[in-house]
DNA sequence: CCATACATACGTACCGGTCAGTAACATTGT
DNA sequence: ACAATGTTACTGACCGGTACGTATGTATGG
């Protein structure tokens, strides 16, 4: 039966699409070099050359470098969430345990020698205006984050649950910028133990 | 004899601008091109354009856009540190009241819907790389408020005051960055009162 | 009193390189 | 055959940066 219709050769969404090969390598770099140097820092034809493809074969799969910045950040995105939901995965029942994991797991991260904070946060940094296909991505993915931060502050019996949902976002973020900006030995390595001090400091008593 | 050649203002001793200076404007449109937009999606060209000189000009008091970018991130220092002090000369001997001073101001610049967050760290962020002349001036403004911050900390009585110093510089960096994310009603409008809970979950009983 | 000379400040026009993106065609594997 | 990829060459815009000529004020010397 020939009724498939034709799909379009598209990587940003739908997981089940066999992608082809070139466009795997282009994304895998892209990745790489987006988040090390940032997006505006590199160019389509560094990308294309590390991956050993060539310059056509990128505008096939992608319609243009900003969507290609958008499909990095989706693949970062469901990392995120994979790392985000280990942490949740271990501790069930225990938001606050929950949120420590995680948070121990950023801090370490943030003193590993080549760290550069979060690809989310770098990209709504490099693209502040509004609708940007990259800021998008990042966007939604920030106010999923602070949605899920402030159900976990509600479950954990806070007195004021939103006030410490975004507080542990701010020390998050901070974490994340902090890290890229003093390296080993900076303020990121306290995340966990300032978060464990600032949800104490707003539980019901 | 008047000669119908009109003359500028020859008398430029005024007391406020001594000289409509190339210098001066160029820095002052690069100031706010920069902020606004990003340091690398901002042109020279650009820059010259709105300061309405010419390229030559901005080279001969710039040795190069990236001395440029750190002459911007200086002036920026120091309007920062002018900030700071306000806040903390508004409480005298009372190191809580000026952090909470000072962030309270924070959270509500983080509201205005232009908000783009601490020039500083953005320029950090777009330049990753160690060395480069703006990242510098960003990496000695950020250590110099780590040492303030712990040093308001121990004065407070903190019980480890170093973590709280931290603490509260992930919580401002957080503001930064979510400011400029979440715009109105974003989590940075709670960052003083996270500050301020911080701080009493830190203070020795 | 005027002319020359110099320093300062600015503009015109241009450089080579890189940017993102594309057209037309050849090659490969199944 | 067909679809994915490679090859080559190109575009127009923009990038940071510069060689070189021009205006103007001032200080000096005749």
């Given amino acids: 039966m020939p009724s498939d219709k034709k799909i379009e050769a598209s990587v940003n969404e ?8 070139a466009a795997d390598k282009i994304l895998d770099v892209a990745r790489d070099l987006f988040y090390r140097e940032g997006i505006r820092a590199i160019g389509v034809d560094e990308i294309v050359k590390r991956a050993g493809v060539t310059k056509p074969s990128l505008y096939r799969s992608f319609p243009s470098k900003d969507e290609l910045a958008a499909s990095y950040l989706r693949k970062y995105d469901l990392e995120f969430w ?6 949740v995965d271990a501790h069930p029942g225990n938001p606050r345990a929950q949120i420590v994991a995680f948070l ?3 801090g370490k991260r943030t003193q590993k020698p080549d760290y550069r904070g979060c690809g989310m946060t770098n990209a709504a940094v490099e693209y502040p205006k509004h609708g940007h296909p990259a800021r998008i991505v990042s966007e ?6 602070r949605r899920r931060l402030r159900a976990m502050a509600g479950a954990m019996g806070a007195t004021d649950s939103d006030t410490l949902g975004d507080g542990l976002l701010l020390l998050i973020e901070g974490a994340y910028i902090s890290g890229q900006l003093f390296g080993r030995g900076g303020p990121a390595a306290s995340v966990a133990r300032n978060a464990d001090l600032l949800i104490e400091a707003s539980l019901k008593k």
Avoid: G
């Fill in 14 to 21: 739908a997981p089940a699409t066999p992608a082809p090969k």
């Fill in 140 to 145: 939604n993915n920030k106010q999923e984050l």
């Fill in 82 to 87: 994979e790392r985000f939901d280990e942490a």
């Fill in 104 to 106: 121990t797991r950023v």
